[in-house]
C-alpha cells in the first residue's frame, strides 16, 4: 500500500509538473492538467486523509474568501459585476484556495523534507520554463506578451515549447529575495551560483519585455542586497535619491532614457516603453498620447466610479462606465477597490494579512524582512498590473517556505517529520 508521505510528494510534485514545468503541461493538457485534474485531486485527497485541514485558519479564511467573494456576494450585493471580473475572482480564488490547502496539509503533517524536495523540483522546473521561454523569445521576441491576451496568434510551434506566462513573470520577481538572502550565507564559490540565478532569472524578464517586472525585480534585488542590517541606510539614500528627482530638470531623465533604450532591439516592447516614458516625463499628460499616459488614465476611471459607491462598490449597482470599470482590470489591487468598496476590498486584504501570517511565524526574525519582500514586489506589481495565476500562491506558499527549511536544514536544524 502506498504511504502517505509518497502520495504527498507525487501529488504535490505533479501540481508542480502541472503549474511550472509548461512543457508538459501544454503538450498533456489532460495527464498534466492543474484545473481539471490535480487541484481537484489535491483537495480530494487533503479531505480524504487528513479531513481536519480543511478547519485550519487558513483554508477557513481561504474557503470564506470564496464563498463571500464568489458566490454569496457576487450574486446578491454585487450583481451587477461584469463577467470579466466574475470569471477572474473565480479563477483566482481556485488556484489559491488549492494551493492552501496544500501548504496547509504539509505544515498540518510537518513533512518537512517532502517540502524541501518539492520545492527544489519546483524550481527546477521553474528553470526549465526559463530556458524554453528564452528560447521561444528567441524565435518570436513579442511570444510572452502575445501569450496573455492573443494566444490564437501564436505559432503553434511556440506554445508547444511551454512558455512562461505572467504569473510565471511575476512569481520570478518574488523568488528573487530568497536568492539574495542564500547568496549571504554560503561561501564565495556557492554564492557564485546564486548570483548566476538571480541574473538567469532577471534576463528571462528582461527578454520577456514585460516593463513593470523589470523595474520592480531591480529594485527589489537592490534592497535584498541592502538587507535588514542596512534597511534605514537604504532608506536614507533612497529619500535622498527621491527629493534629487524632482530638483534635476526632467530634461535629463528623458535623454537618459532614450540613451538606455538604443542598448535594446528597435523593434523590442523596452526600447518602445523607455522611449515612450521619456516623451511622457517631457509631456505628462493622462491620455492616448502615448502608452504610460494611456494606462495612466484608467487611474481617474477607476478612481471616479469608486468615490461615486466607496463603501458597497461600484458592482452594487449600474455602473458608472462598465466599459472604464473593466479596462482597469488591468490594475489589480484599485480595480478591486472599486468594484468591491471599501468594506469588501478591507475584508479580502484581511483575509490576505491572515493567510499569509501563518506563513511568517515559520520564518527566523532575519528571513522575515526577505518574505516581506517578496511579498512587497507582488503588491507593487499589483498597483500596475493585473495578478493572476497560481504561480505566485505555488512561489509564496509551497517554493519559499519549501526552500527556507532546506536552508536551516543545512545549517544543523533538525524538524521531525511525520512518517
Given at each position: 500500500?502506498?504511504s502517505?508521505r509518497?502520495?504527498?510528494?507525487?501529488?504535490?510534485?505533479?501540481?508542480?509538473v502541472?503549474?511550472?514545468?509548461?512543457?508538459?503541461?501544454?503538450n498533456?493538457?489532460?495527464?498534466?492538467s492543474f484545473?481539471?485534474?490535480?487541484?481537484?485531486v489535491?483537495?480530494?485527497?487533503?479531505a480524504?486523509?487528513?479531513?481536519?485541514?480543511?478547519?485550519?485558519?487558513?483554508v477557513?479564511n481561504?474557503?470564506?474568501?470564496?464563498?463571500?467573494?464568489?458566490?454569496?456576494l457576487?450574486?446578491?450585493?454585487?450583481y451587477?459585476m461584469?463577467?470579466w471580473?466574475?470569471?477572474?475572482?473565480?479563477?483566482?480564488?481556485?488556484?489559491?484556495f488549492v494551493?492552501?490547502v496544500?501548504?496547509?496539509?504539509?505544515?498540518?503533517g510537518?513533512y518537512?523534507?517532502?517540502?524541501?524536495?518539492?520545492a527544489?523540483y519546483?524550481?527546477?522546473?521553474?528553470?526549465i520554463?526559463g530556458l524554453l521561454t528564452?528560447y521561444?523569445?528567441?524565435l518570436?521576441?513579442?511570444v510572452v506578451?502575445?501569450?496573455?491576451?492573443?494566444?490564437?496568434?501564436i505559432?503553434?510551434?511556440?506554445?508547444r515549447?511551454?512558455?512562461?506566462?505572467?504569473?510565471y513573470?511575476?512569481?520570478i520577481?518574488a523568488l528573487l529575495?530568497?536568492?539574495?538572502?542564500?547568496?549571504?550565507?554560503v561561501?564565495?564559490?556557492i554564492?557564485?551560483?546564486?548570483?548566476?540565478?538571480?541574473l538567469?532569472?532577471?534576463?528571462?524578464?528582461v527578454?520577456?519585455?514585460?516593463f513593470t517586472?523589470?523595474i520592480?525585480?531591480a529594485?527589489?534585488?537592490?534592497?535584498s542586497?541592502?538587507?535588514?542590517?542596512?534597511?534605514?541606510?537604504?532608506?536614507?539614500?533612497?529619500?535622498?535619491?527621491?527629493?534629487?528627482?524632482?530638483v534635476?530638470?526632467?530634461?535629463?531623465?528623458?535623454r537618459?532614457?532614450?540613451f538606455?533604450s538604443?542598448?535594446?532591439?528597435?523593434e523590442?516592447n523596452?526600447?518602445?516603453?523607455?522611449?515612450?516614458?521619456?516623451?511622457?516625463?517631457?509631456?505628462?499628460?493622462?491620455g492616448?498620447?502615448?502608452?504610460?499616459g494611456?494606462?495612466?488614465e484608467?487611474?481617474p476611471?477607476?478612481?471616479?466610479?469608486f468615490?461615486n459607491?466607496?463603501?458597497?462598490?461600484?458592482a452594487s449597482?449600474?455602473?458608472?462606465?462598465?466599459?472604464?470599470?473593466?479596462?482597469?482590470?488591468h490594475?489589480?489591487?484599485?480595480?478591486?477597490?472599486t468594484?468591491?468598496?471599501?468594506?469588501?476590498f478591507?475584508?479580502?486584504?484581511?483575509?490576505?494579512?491572515?493567510?499569509?501570517?501563518t506563513v511568517?511565524?515559520?520564518?527566523?526574525k532575519?528571513?522575515?524582512f526577505y518574505?516581506?519582500?517578496?511579498?512587497?514586489?507582488?503588491?507593487?506589481?499589483?498597483?500596475?498590473k493585473?495578478?493572476?495565476?497560481r504561480?505566485?500562491?505555488i512561489?509564496?506558499?509551497?517554493?519559499?517556505p519549501?526552500?527556507y527549511?532546506?536552508?536551516?536544514?543545512?545549517?544543523?536544524?533538525?524538524f521531525?517529520?511525520?512518517?
Open positions: 500500500m502506498i502517505k509518497k502520495l504527498t510528494l507525487f501529488i504535490g510534485l505533479m501540481l508542480m502541472s503549474s511550472l514545468l509548461m512543457v508538459v503541461a501544454d498533456i493538457p489532460i495527464i498534466a484545473k481539471w485534474l490535480w487541484g481537484p489535491s483537495l480530494l485527497y487533503v480524504l486523509s487528513t479531513p481536519k485541514i480543511y478547519l485550519s485558519k487558513e477557513f481561504a474557503f470564506l474568501y470564496g464563498f463571500l467573494f464568489c458566490f454569496l457576487q450574486f446578491s450585493l454585487w451587477s461584469h463577467d471580473y466574475k470569471i477572474s475572482i473565480l479563477k483566482d480564488f481556485y488556484a489559491m494551493v492552501v496544500f501548504y496547509a496539509h504539509l505544515r498540518a510537518r518537512y523534507s517532502l517540502w524541501q524536495n518539492i527544489f519546483a524550481m527546477f522546473f521553474m528553470i520554463t528564452l521561444a523569445l528567441y518570436d521576441p513579442v506578451r502575445l501569450s496573455y491576451s492573443y494566444r490564437d496568434t505559432d503553434p510551434y511556440l506554445l515549447l511551454g512558455i512562461g506566462s505572467y504569473g513573470m511575476t512569481a520577481v529575495p530568497f536568492f539574495v538572502f542564500k547568496s549571504k550565507r561561501n564565495k564559490k554564492s557564485i551560483y546564486y548570483y548566476l540565478l538571480i538567469f532569472l532577471f534576463f528571462v524578464l527578454r520577456s519585455q514585460i517586472n523589470i520592480v525585480a529594485i527589489t534585488i537592490l534592497l542586497f541592502a538587507g535588514r542590517k542596512y534597511l534605514k541606510k537604504t532608506i536614507l539614500i533612497f529619500s535622498v535619491i527621491s527629493v534629487l528627482v524632482f534635476i530638470p526632467k530634461e535629463f531623465y528623458a537618459a532614457l532614450h538606455i538604443q542598448s535594446f532591439d528597435p523590442s523596452v526600447f518602445f516603453k523607455l522611449n515612450d516614458l521619456s516623451n511622457f516625463i517631457l509631456n505628462p499628460e493622462i492616448s498620447s502615448t502608452g504610460v494611456s494606462r495612466a484608467r487611474f476611471w477607476l478612481w471616479q466610479a468615490l459607491r466607496p463603501l458597497l462598490g461600484d449597482d449600474i455602473s458608472w462606465d462598465i466599459n472604464k470599470v473593466m479596462q482597469g482590470g490594475l489589480y489591487w484599485i480595480s478591486r477597490l468594484i468591491w468598496g471599501i468594506l469588501g478591507s475584508t479580502y486584504l484581511l483575509l490576505l494579512i491572515s493567510i499569509f501570517s511568517m511565524i515559520q520564518f527566523d532575519e528571513f522575515k518574505y516581506l519582500l517578496s511579498l512587497l514586489a507582488i503588491f507593487t506589481i499589483g498597483i500596475f493585473n495578478l493572476g495565476g504561480e505566485i500562491y512561489v509564496l506558499l509551497i517554493i519559499i519549501g526552500l527549511y532546506s536552508h536551516k536544514v543545512n545549517n544543523h536544524n533538525v521531525y517529520e511525520q512518517q
